[in-house]
Structure formats: C-alpha cells, structure tokens
C-alpha cells in the first residue's frame, strides 16, 4: 500500500466533499431551471455544469481516465447546449438594446433558433439520467478516499503538475493580445483563463480559500475576454445575415467596432496593471 504524504488525506476528503457538493448544486439549478427556463437560470446551471467539470476532469489518477471520461461526457454536453441557448440570449439582448430600425426579421429568426435551441436543452435536461450519475460521483467521491489510488507523488504534486499545465497556455498568449488583429489569440486566451478560474476555484475549496486574490484576478480577464468575443460573434452573424438592410448592417457594425476599441484598451490597462503571473498558493 502507498503511503499518504502528511495532511493528504484529508485533502482528499475535501476534493471528495467539493464533488459532490457541485454536484448537488447542478440538481438544485436544474430543478430550478426546468421550473423557470430564464436566461438567468440558463447561464448558472451552465456555469454550475463547468464547475462540476473542472472537479471531475481532475479524477484521471484516481479512478482512471476511461471512468473519469464517462462521467464528464454527460455534463460536457449539457453545457454545450446551455452554451447554444446562453449565446443566442446574449445576441437577442444586444440587438434588441441597440435600437436600431430593420432589425426585426433577424430577431424573429433569432428568436426561433432560441426556441428550439432551448427545447433541446430542456430534453437533455429532463433526459440527464441523474440516479446514475449520482451513484458514480458518490462512488468516485469514495475512492478519493482510498490509500490504494492515490498517486505515488502525492496529492499536492498533482495538482499542482496541473495548475502549472492550464497556466502555460496563458504565459504564451499573454505577449500576443494587445494587437487589434489578434482575434483568434484573444478568443484562445479566454477559453485558458476560464479553464484556470474553474479549476482554482477547485483549489480554493480544498485548500482552504487562499486564492481569492487570483480568483477575483481571472473573473475581470474572463468578463473582459468574454465582451470581446460575443461582439466577435454578432459582428460575425451581422455579415453572414443576407437579408439585413446595409444601412443597419454598417451601422451595428461601426457600433461593434468602436466598442471593441474600447475594450481593447481596458484590456491593455489590464495587462500593464494586473498581469497575470503563476501561482499555486497553499
């Protein structure tokens, strides 16, 4: 049998107590969102979904990888199709907000790809099959509690071997963004901070709150990259939509561009005051 570094049991015991209780929050918010199917509802159950994700992506050396990927197949697509409804939320808003006139074939449109996006969603949800799922999460909750599958190097050096895994991506991208034309860069960015905010928040339940200030940190980047990108996405749709009047076409368009501008600056204000460094607090 493996021996334990100090103090990794009960480590183990508050990874296995921070699964389940992100599982527990999903049921609560998917009851809550089959009663009120709101944007509101929408966007924590899939922010809930991720946080489920971040915890069950990290079982791969205590339950094995093919286990840990059935069990984080359901929730990645629950979270793919509350992704689909959160998005065209996002666009009806901005469009609606915008006021401007000839829009109104293209928020019927929108609003039809809601609907039945937002159908599928409620399917999934009623069709999750949330006994089984429950049984395999309390039974890998207990085998984080198992001397027997807990890797030779300890708890602490796998995690922190993967904290400094989801920070590379973020030190190679981090020189890149501030240019105008690095779109694809800025939306990559994104998507690193996101998966580090969700997996510290892991690290801050099990090692007992020391990462707020990073935590706080990744949020104003996460808000920040994610304004961009959904103007990236509208700016995207306005081209591609044939039947859209040219006047309101450039106008929304000129609209975006100069939000972005915007943005883009508090973006590099950001980089120059608060960048962000590695760290792996205990």
Same mark, same amino acid.
């Given at each position: 049998?493996?021996?334990?570094l100090p103090g990794s049991r009960q480590l ?13 929050? &999903? ?19 899939? $922010? ?10 990290? &079982? ?34 901005y469009l609606e907000k915008s006021g401007e ?82 779109? =694809? ?15 510290? =928040? ?12 990073? &935590?706080?940190? &990744? ?12 103007? $990236? ?50």
């Open positions: 049998m493996q021996q334990l183990l015991e508050a990874f296995a107590t921070s699964l389940i209780s992100r599982w527990d929050d &999903l049921l609560q918010l998917r009851h809550q969102t089959l009663t009120c199917f709101d944007i509101e509802h929408i966007h924590d159950l899939r $922010v809930t979904s991720r946080r489920l994700r971040g915890a069950i992506e990290q &079982l791969g050396p205590f339950i094995g990888t093919e286990r840990m990927e059935r069990l984080r197949r359901p929730v990645r697509r629950l979270t793919r199709e509350l992704g689909l409804v959160r998005n065209l939320d996002e666009t009806l808003l006139q000839g829009l109104e074939p293209l928020l019927v449109s929108l609003g039809q790809q809601r609907t039945q996006e937002a159908a599928q969603a409620r399917r999934l949800l009623e069709s999750l099959d949330c006994m089984k799922l429950e049984r395999q999460l309390r039974a890998a909750a207990a085998a984080l509690v198992t001397p027997d599958n807990i890797a030779s190097q300890g708890l602490l050096a796998l995690l922190s071997e993967r904290n400094l895994a989801l920070y590379y991506p973020i030190h190679a991208l981090l020189p890149l963004v501030a240019a105008p034309e690095m779109v =694809e860069e800025r939306h990559a960015l994104r998507i690193a901070v996101k998966k580090w905010r969700y997996f510290t =928040e892991l690290l801050h339940a099990i090692l007992g709150g020391k990462q707020q200030p990073l &935590l706080d940190q &990744l949020r104003q980047y996460q808000s920040l990259l994610g304004d961009m990108n959904d103007r $990236v996405v509208i700016a995207t749709l306005l081209h591609e939509t044939a039947d859209l009047p040219e006047a309101v076409r450039e106008s929304l368009l000129k609209t975006i561009a100069k939000e972005q501008r915007k943005l883009l600056k508090k973006l590099c204000g950001l980089l120059n005051e608060k960048p962000i460094v590695y760290r792996f607090e205990l």
